[in-house]
């Protein structure tokens, strides 16, 4: 048969290390701008869905709707628009993050106890002054874990991106696929893919406990 | 744009055949549908069997964290690449499967879990029995849980059946990756709407089934559901078609710069990148800063070229003579391009020099186009040339398998109709005498494909190379195109250089150590380059 | 001090929620108002600090229209507490209790040294409790930290809308008589709402009783509620046993005793000057010899009979 194709190869590591440097360097950036854009388009729309109340069901069904687009659908659909840069892949993959995050902090911010908000608006909070101190931080926990599950969805994204040869990890695993079937490289790019999502899921669980310490001392 | 969707839509050609729509959405949903039934029967009785028995409620829960973790694309390609799989529908089918299990076990899980441990008790306390209570309490609880992870799946693999199309499979993906292949964005965006319009229809549909399916008590009435919904539909709709709209309003953009490192194209073949290396390090040996950039297909690179955005690439003089012959002259203009190198080589710099691409002197190296079949094929039936393969297509209609673009390019599909007569019962896009066409070739996927003569793994995988007798070939000599601007004297004696010192024996062998023993092409360049003198 | 005057809220539909009401609280005053569910005395109540506001009339709180009043500058100086008290989960004791301390912008170590007072008013002692959380606190904590954090500012007017409701029988009773000391002592007004009369009778100087359509029945002291009844509703309200409620307001004083005679001193009970006349009457119920000594620190003073519990129902009555 063919000359050896081992599915694990430290050789392979060694010898490409800086290619996997660079594509993880990529994907890194990728999933760090696709969040940042996400989380600044999700709160004035937070805002807005929750100052005009009776749109929040029809806000989260649409979006819910727009969250089943195929992500090959979402890129290709840009690419006209940003060209083969990294831009397609980042203004997609922010979309997908911002549903999640809607979804996370609207139903987040419904969780909070109407008695709590009553006691705060009684007491002579302002609008602005509730939603600061009491119910963002509230609603944190679920906001923290929308958070974190966008996070790790978009980490699997960006793989999508080597459509537009803009895809961290991903351009590796179809360029290993090109490369007459090359294992090694398409199995140590998947290896390190998951990990940078595991990586970043642990982190986030843990400044979840770290902001809410409250959530944990229930009597 | 919007008018040239339309003018694709209502195409009858799209509606017909096996690229047509109707084919395409056949095989998508046929994809999903076993994906689903497979990861169906192994994770509902096991997700109840491990409610059920209340064991393991760790490992579920972090099932589902896990399966986020790991990229569909990535187990796509694992499987395509894994012989006993191959390229293809069932990698693809595989994949979904199992990306499927998660969501569905913790669904199945929950469901049975749900059944309130009170309720239970009550109900065995009355008197009824582990099976009444399994019919009456836990499985219509079930069913209304299972009800809501099969939707979220089923829609889910729907979407990711796309995919399939990235590792040679069929589906509505397939627009979308032969689109960017031939960088025809209308069939991008046409393949962009169908596929999210089967996910968006098929979340509707199991929608509805899912109320029907929920227990009435549990049931959520949302009146404010419709006109989200149609938010949505509409929104959907402007997210597909817009981006492009603008971009059509806006006029090309470029993004390159003018100054700054030379940008060396090069196509996503392992000869395409050890030319560009070679390429590369002949220049940056001395002094001239050069980048190389993989891009996909002759649509891309030849108007980057013109604009300048890319500065060089290497190509192949008659195929990219004939390119150039009918975008300058027409598609149906008479060919120019020849088994004359001398000749052809002219045509070029007739044809190129007006667009601001400079031509150097062509490479005695020449990686033809060419036709292969199994060895073990050729030998039962005696072929060697083409012309022998198609007498035997008159009765045996074969199987084609190649790059995208081949139906269009006159020296593949066409040709091999209109000049050797070849009778072909349909046409499987992979890649340009990539591993994808082999493997297809290998595995009796496909009859014949479309390889290079200069392909250094075609021997290894048992595929021989018929001999183009009526020459439907033109010359493919190495030869590379510059832009204009940067064709100094000193850049046109560097790159002369490399290509002289080029054969296509010398060419086979590099291409050997790059796809078979898969070495770094910067490498194997770069121990040309020095073995030869060159740098 | 807190002025409704002829105060209406009808909503669209048509419900009247509040009908013409017209009271006074006076400074230092408690005023409980009570009555059936849906008789719009919450809504009433909600319509003081501008959480409701009215459709009809006007509500003055120390001379001045709060129409006119920015709400959230209003609502700082008044206290409000709420029956599930609504203390922020997410912060501690001591944070909560400086709410609007921190609204109004007191410097730190004033806010400081005034929340542990505070925590310290309500019966809890600040260290041990001053950095927990809400959910480590029993019911009865809560209740006692939203009060704290009501009187933190020490605000002239307090409202409360069922403050003791969510709290076990057992606790509530101990937890109302420190409330009212409190308020007397800082002398703050206060008006509450309740559904539950005893409460009512207990706290309050004076006692607003609506019926459903928010119409104001009776306003006046417990004793006359219970002694005169203005109309049959409020009758039925109070609780044909309205006499035994009134006796709870009464105490035990030296003029109402018969001399201690030479009965043996009564083991148990005991009761003293001070104590409510309704328990000297259950006392009274429970000895055989129908006679009850009563002291005063530590001192025989007399004995409680049921004469001396007749004779004092049947003094003539003063207006309270």
């Known amino acids: 048969m063919e000359s050896a194709n081992p599915w694990l190869s430290w050789s392979y590591v060694q010898d490409n290390s800086a290619a996997l440097v660079s594509a993880g360097i990529e994907h890194l950036w990728i999933t760090v701008a696709s969040m940042a854009l996400g989380i600044v388009m999700a709160v004035p729309l937070t805002l807005l869905a929750r ?73 002579g909070m ?63 790019a998947t290896i390190a893919c998951v990990a940078l999502a595991l990586i970043l899921d642990f982190a986030l669980r843990a400044l979840e406990r770290g902001l809410t310490p409250w959530a944990k001392v229930a009597v | 744009m919007i008018g040239q969707l339309f003018a694709w839509f209502t195409d009858p050609a799209n509606w017909t055949g096996p690229n047509g729509i109707p084919t395409r959405l056949a095989q998508h949903l046929v994809m999903s549908g076993l994906a689903m039934v497979i990861a169906i029967v192994i994770a509902v009785p096991l997700g109840m069997w491990l409610g059920h028995s209340g064991r393991k409620p760790g490992l579920v ?113 397939r627009y979308v990756v032969d689109g960017f292949a031939t960088q025809d964005a209308v069939l991008v965006i046409a393949g962009a709407l169908l596929t999210a319009g089967l996910a968006v229809v098929t979340d509707l549909v199991l929608g509805r089934a899912q109320v029907l399916a929920t227990l009435p008590a549990l049931r959520v009435r949302k009146s404010s559901q419709a006109l989200g919904i149609g938010f949505g539909l509409v929104a959907v709709f402007a997210l597909m078609v817009a981006p492009s709209a603008l971009a059509s309003m806006r006029g090309s953009s470029s993004g390159a710069s003018v100054d700054g490192p030379i940008v060396i194209a090069a196509y996503s073949f392992g000869e395409s990148k050890v030319m560009a290396q070679l390429y590369a390090q002949a220049l940056q040996a001395q002094g001239i800063d050069t980048q190389v950039r993989e891009l996909s297909s002759r649509e891309v690179v030849e108007p980057a070229l013109e604009a300048g955005d890319v500065g060089l690439v290497p190509e192949y003089l008659g195929t990219v003579t004939e390119f150039l012959n009918k975008k300058v002259n027409g598609t149906s203009a008479a060919a120019v391009a020849s088994g004359d190198v001398e000749a052809t080589s002219q045509e070029l710099s007739k044809l190129a020099g007006p667009l601001g691409i400079t031509v150097f002197t062509p490479s005695p190296a020449a990686d033809q186009n060419a036709f292969a079949v199994t060895l073990a094929f050729a030998k039962e039936h005696g072929f060697k040339t083409v012309s022998d393969l198609s007498v035997y297509s008159h009765q045996n209609p074969l199987l084609l398998g190649g790059p995208p673009e081949c139906p269009t390019r006159p020296f593949c599909q066409p040709g091999l109709v209109s000049v050797y007569g070849m009778k072909l019962s349909s046409f499987v896009p992979l890649d340009a005498g990539g591993p994808l066409t082999k493997q297809s070739l290998a595995q009796g996927k496909t009859d014949v494909g479309l390889v290079f003569s200069s392909d250094g793994g075609l021997g290894v995988q048992g595929l021989v190379v018929l001999d183009d007798d ?28 490399v290509s002289a010192a080029l054969t296509t024996d010398l060419l086979v062998s590099l291409n050997k150590q790059v796809d078979i023993d898969r070495k770094d092409p910067a490498v194997v360049a770069r121990a040309f380059l020095v073995a030869h003198g060159l740098i | 001090m807190i002025r409704f005057d002829s105060v209406g809220r ?77 203390l922020f989960p997410h912060q501690s004791v001591r944070t909560n209790v400086g709410t609007v301390c921190r609204l109004l912008n007191w410097d730190a170590s004033r806010i400081a040294t005034r929340v542990d007072e505070m925590v310290q008013m309500v019966g809890l002692d600040p260290d041990q409790f001053g950095d927990r959380y809400p959910s480590q606190l029993s019911g009865g904590q809560r209740q006692r930290v939203g009060v704290a954090r009501a009187l933190a500012t020490d605000p002239p007017v307090l409202l409360m809308d069922e403050p003791f409701g969510a709290v076990d029988p057992v606790a509530r009773g101990l937890l109302q008589e420190h409330f009212h000391t409190l308020v007397k002592s800082l002398g703050t007004t206060v008006m509450m709402v309740t559904h539950d009369i005893d ?54 004083v030296g003029s109402l005793l018969d001399a201690a005679g030479s009965q043996t001193v009564s083991a148990s009970p005991q009761l003293h000057v001070g ?46």
């Open chain 2, 470 to 497: 009526k020459h439907l070939q033109t010359a493919d000599n190495l030869v590379p195109l510059i832009s204009s601007s940067i064709a100094t004297p000193q850049v046109r004696k560097i790159l002369n250089a």
């Open chain 3, 275 to 320: 104590d409510s006349l309704r328990l000297g009457l259950s006392c009274v119920l429970g000895e055989p010899s129908g006679s009850v000594s009563v002291y005063d620190d530590g001192q025989l003073v007399g004995a409680l009979t049921m004469d001396a519990v007749h004779r004092h129902l049947r003094r003539p009555t003063e207006v309270a």
């Open chain 3, 199 to 252: 409460e009512a009778v207990r706290l309050a100087d004076r006692i607003a009783v609506m019926r459903v359509g928010g119409v104001l029945e009776q306003y006046a002291a417990p004793a006359e509620i219970l002694a005169r009844p203005s109309s049959d509703f409020v009758a039925d309200f109070v609780g044909s046993d309205r006499v035994l409620k009134g006796l709870v307001r009464t105490p035990i």
């Open chain 1, 51 to 123: 100052r005009h109340a009776p749109w929040a069901p029809s806000l989260l069904s649409g979006s819910g709707i727009l969250y089943t687009i195929p992500s090959l659908a979402l890129i290709s659909a840009l690419w006209p628009l940003f060209g083969l840069t990294n831009l397609t892949v980042i203004v997609a993959l922010a979309l997908y993050a911002l549903l999640i995050l809607l979804r996370g902090a609207l139903l987040g911010l419904d969780e909070v106890p109407a008695d709590v908000v009553d006691a705060a608006r009684g007491m």
């Open chain 1, 126 to 188: 302002s609008d602005r002054e509730i939603m600061v101190s009491v119910e963002f931080p509230l609603a944190l926990p679920t906001i923290l874990s929308g958070l974190r599950v966008a996070t790790v969805s978009t980490v699997g994204l960006v793989t999508v991106g080597a459509l537009v040869g803009h895809g961290g990890f991903g351009t590796l695993i179809l360029g290993g696929l090109n490369e007459n079937f090359y294992h090694a490289k398409i199995f140590t």
């Open chain 2, 61 to 173: 829960l972090n099932l589902g964290s896990i399966g986020r973790a790991v990229p569909t694309f990535a187990v796509l390609v694992i499987l395509a690449s894994w012989d006993p799989v191959g390229v293809g529908d069932l990698a693809a089918i595989l994949a979904l499967a199992l990306f499927a299990i998660p969501p569905i076990l913790v669904s199945a899980y929950d469901g049975i879990r749900a059944a309130d441990p009170d309720v239970v008790d009550a109900a065995r306390g009355m008197g009824f029995t582990g099976r009444q209570i399994l019919r009456q309490v836990e499985v219509p609880l079930s069913v209304t849980y299972l009800a809501s992870g099969i939707r979220t799946s089923t829609v889910q693999v729907v979407a990711t059946a796309s995919l399939a199309a990235l590792v040679g499979g069929g589906g509505l993906g």
């Open chain 3, 10 to 86: 009808t909503y669209d539909d048509g419900t009247v929620a509040v009908h013409d009401l017209s009271l006074e609280v006076q400074p230092g005053e408690i005023c409980a108002v009570v009555g059936p569910s849906g008789c719009g005395k919450t809504t009433a109540m909600r319509m003081a600090n501008r959480l409701g506001s009215p459709t009809t009339g006007r509500i003055f709180i120390d001379g001045r229209d709060i129409a006119t009043e920015d709400p959230v500058a209003l609502r700082r100086g008044i206290g409000y507490v709420i029956q599930q008290v609504g």
